[in-house]
C-alpha cells in the first residue's frame, strides 16, 4: 500500500518566522511531487511542484530527497494568509489519477 | 474561465435516497475523478476516468457509480444513501500524459449528509 505521511501538526508559528515540514512516501518509483494549500472548508489548490533539483517561488521553497524518499516545504517570512493545510501529493511514474497518494494535510497556523 | 465546476454546493439526504452529483471541467482535461475527503482521512479516490466511454474504481468505490459520456462531464451517483456517506466530494481534473507535471485541478466541493 503506498503511503504518504505528513505530520499533522498543528504548527503555531509567528508572524515572520521560518517555518519548514516534509513528507515522507513509500513507493520508491514515484516520479512526481506537489504541495497543495488547503483553506478551511475550500477545496485544494496546488502551491507547487516539486523538481528533483529543488525550486523556489518566491518566500516558498520546495525540496525533493529521493535517497531518503521525502519532500520538504519551507515557508520563509510568513504571513497570516500562509494559515491553512498543507497537503503533500505523490504520483507514480506515468499515473494518472490512480496514481496519486493523498497525504493527510499539515495544519499550519501563523500568529500575529 | 470556469475551471471544474460541481453542483450542488450541499444537500442533505435520507438515508436511502438516490442522487447525483454534477461535474463539469472546460480545461478540455481527459483525466477526471472523484475524491470523497473525511476527518482525519485525507483525500480518497472514489472513480476515476482517462477519458470519454472510460471509467475505472479508485479506493473506496462501493455504493457509487460514475460515467463519462463527454470529455467535460463526469457525474457521481449515489445509488442509496448511507450514513456513512456524509462527506466532502472533490471533483478534480488533470491533464494525461507521462509528463512530470500532471497537477489537479479541484471543484470547490460537494458537502453531502446522510440523515
Known amino acids: 500500500r503506498k503511503e504518504v505521511e505528513q505530520d499533522p501538526g498543528p504548527f503555531n508559528v509567528p508572524e515572520g518566522a521560518t517555518v519548514a515540514f516534509n513528507c515522507t512516501y513509500s513507493?520508491?518509483?514515484?516520479?512526481?511531487f506537489f504541495w497543495y494549500r488547503q483553506d478551511c472548508r475550500k477545496e485544494p489548490k496546488l502551491l507547487m511542484s516539486?523538481?528533483?533539483s529543488g525550486n523556489e517561488d518566491g518566500r516558498f521553497t520546495a525540496q525533493l530527497n529521493r535517497a531518503s524518499q521525502y519532500i520538504s516545504l519551507l515557508i520563509r517570512d510568513s504571513k497570516l494568509s500562509d494559515s491553512a493545510t498543507y497537503l503533500c501529493?505523490?504520483?507514480?511514474?506515468?499515473?494518472?489519477?490512480?496514481?496519486?497518494?493523498f497525504g493527510k494535510g499539515t495544519h499550519l497556523i501563523i500568529q500575529p | 474561465n470556469a475551471g471544474v465546476t460541481q453542483t450542488p454546493k450541499f444537500q442533505v439526504l435520507k438515508t436511502g435516497q438516490s442522487m447525483t452529483l454534477q461535474c463539469a471541467q472546460d480545461m478540455n482535461h481527459e483525466y477526471m475523478s472523484w475524491y470523497r475527503q473525511d476527518p482525519g482521512m485525507g483525500l480518497r479516490l472514489i472513480h476515476y476516468s482517462v477519458g470519454a466511454g472510460i471509467t475505472d474504481q479508485g479506493e473506496v468505490p462501493n455504493g457509487y457509480n460514475v460515467s463519462r459520456s463527454t470529455t467535460e462531464d463526469f457525474p457521481l451517483r449515489l445509488l442509496s444513501a448511507a450514513p456513512s456517506q456524509t462527506s466532502v466530494y472533490f471533483c478534480a481534473s488533470s491533464h494525461s500524459g507521462t509528463g512530470v507535471e500532471q497537477p489537479q485541478h479541484f471543484g470547490d466541493g460537494t458537502r453531502l449528509s446522510i440523515l
Open positions: 501529493v505523490v504520483n507514480e511514474a506515468g499515473g494518472g489519477a490512480d496514481g496519486l497518494t
Open positions: 513507493n520508491s518509483a514515484s516520479q512526481s
Open positions: 516539486v523538481y528533483s
